[in-house]
């Protein structure tokens, strides 16, 4: 699932590092700024609020940090729900 599919309120575990959707390099930065701001394989995450119509842009917590970020961003980052993860 990706971060933008995590329901709000619900912890979850980075399940990957960032992915670039082609190889283009607009795309390969993002994924790359991702990661340098700690969406890292086994990092903590939360959304903690979602903007109004569409819920873009996310705020998101990581470790004890907020970013907000945008839809396609979010879906960058593949994650494992809380729940799923203590499995």
Known sequence: MT????????AG????APLASDERTEEQEIALRLFEIGFIPGERVRVVARGYPGGDPL?????????????FEAERVLVTPACEAAR
Not at 3 to 10: C, D
Request: proline share 4%; net charge positive; glycine share 12%.
């Open 3 to 10: 971060l933008f599919e995590l329901p709000m309120g619900q």
């Open 13 to 16: 575990t980075v399940s990957g």
């Open 59 to 71: 705020a998101v917590r990581v470790g004890d940090t907020m970013f907000a970020l945008r839809r």
